[in-house]
């Protein structure tokens, strides 16, 4: 397990954990996200903020939403027991994953489409994962071109969505290396498109439609109108699917804008092999569940494995990833684990990582503060996580991920 185990070890190269003592004046940034408290009230902001249509496709799940419910329920079914009179002074919330200490346990997952949620989306949320120290996974389906992401956080790590053809894999593959980018993530679970009806009822659709349905919805949320689309359709043009392929991809409105998807039906563990060697940086595989499927990628050469069912947004009724957590840990496969899904809370960071979790990502809380406010909003939807996972460790009884054990469990 590639985690500090004691505070001592912590040698930092990126921001240092925040204290949960600290003691400084509110800066402006803080004074105007005052109100927020906790990770949902930024989906409380955001849904005000943004139109009815795009709401909904961040938000939203497949068909009946039960995977994206399990997410959640799996951690409500988890109690915690404390330990009391410790010492928890000089605790730490730093955490080293594939040789890097980041200042703290999470991380931010990738969202297709980000920059059309949020001004410079992708920039935003690689700009506030670099200045608090956290990881940030760059999206295959974003807006903004993977070069130029990685100039604004060489820590980032490059999610890819990729045909099972080898002849599209390769050139793929080499830009993101060229590119700089030292963690490359293969998506597993995106064989084909999910059955999104929410995404059809509220008039959202992929290329994107004009109608008088999302005229309307558009013009009634005119800070998200005029902040995001209009202002970034005069300051960079039309915005192009960037990284789907090796070359830049078509127009967010064309009609060929999901030739990406053809193909992804016929990707299996053999292209995992060949991308292994090929890809001489860190190779994550995301969206696997079951321990044959993490057992899979051990074999075909994965440095580590991202439990997740897709935010709910795949297969419905797929399990909770942390219900499948302990038996996958259990197996002791030598793969970095981190997972996905649910985590609202430093207590969901906490259960995870007590069930034998290296990593925990975050997805739509993150999204969602970069639409009302931009990095700043996603620095500090951050902090309040780290504030909590920082807190709760003390009433846990606990000073650094080596204590944080599933006998804390019940």
């Known amino acids: 397990m590639d985690t500090n185990t004691a505070a001592a070890q912590a040698a930092p190269l990126v921001a240092p954990p925040r204290a949960v003592h600290a003691s400084k004046p509110a800066t402006p940034t803080a004074r105007r996200f005052r109100k927020l ?12 903020h943004l139109p009815r249509m795009v709401y909904g496709f961040v938000s939203g799940a497949s068909e009946t939403g039960s995977a994206l419910r399990q997410s959640r329920a799996g951690y409500d079914r988890i109690a915690l027991l404390p330990r009391t009179l410790m010492d928890v002074s000089g605790r730490t919330t730093s955490t080293r994953l594939f040789g890097t200490d980041y200042s703290a346990p999470i991380g931010i997952c990738p969202f297709g489409g980000a920059a059309m949620v949020a001004y410079r989306g992708d920039l935003a949320l690689a700009r506030a994962a670099r200045n608090t120290g956290v990881p940030m996974i760059l999206s295959a389906s974003s807006l903004i071109a993977l070069e130029e992401v990685q100039r604004e956080n060489p820590d980032a790590w490059f999610q890819a969505y990729l045909a099972g053809d080898l002849a599209r894999i390769e050139p793929m593959v080499k830009r993101v290396a060229d590119a700089g980018f030292g963690t490359l993530v293969v998506t597993a679970d995106h064989p084909v498109p999910s059955n999104r009806e929410n995404n059809l009822r509220n008039g959202f659709s992929m290329p994107i439609k004009i109608t008088p349905q999302t005229v309307l919805d558009s013009m009634l949320h005119p800070s998200w109108l005029c902040g995001t689309i209009l202002r970034t359709v005069l300051r960079h043009g039309i915005p192009h699917f960037e990284n789907m392929d090796a070359h830049r991809g078509p127009p967010m409105f064309s009609q060929h804008a999901v030739r990406n998807i053809n193909s992804r039906d016929q990707l299996a563990w053999s292209h995992v092999a060949a991308i292994r060697r090929m890809w001489q940086g860190k190779l994550v595989i995301k969206g696997v569940l079951s321990l044959g499927d993490v057992l899979k990628a051990k074999d075909a050469g994965a440095d580590g494995v991202i439990l997740s069912n897709h935010g709910g947004r795949q297969l419905d009724y797929a399990v909770a990833p942390i219900d499948m957590l302990p038996e996958i840990v259990a197996a002791k496969t030598g793969l970095v684990t981190m997972i996905d899904g649910g985590v609202r809370r430093g207590t969901d960071v906490l259960k995870a990582l007590a069930l034998g979790a290296d990593f925990v990502f975050v997805g739509r809380p ?20 780290i504030d909590e996972i920082n807190r709760d460790m003390a009433l846990l009884g606990t000073r650094n991920r080596s204590e944080i054990t599933s006998d804390l469990l019940r």
Do not use: C
Request: charged share 25%; net charge negative.
């Open 37 to 48: 408290l906790a990770l949902d009230d930024f989906e409380k902001a955001a849904r005000r």
């Open 366 to 385: 993150f999204l969602y503060a970069a639409s009302i406010g931009g990095a700043d909003a996603v620095e500090h939807a951050i902090g309040l996580l």
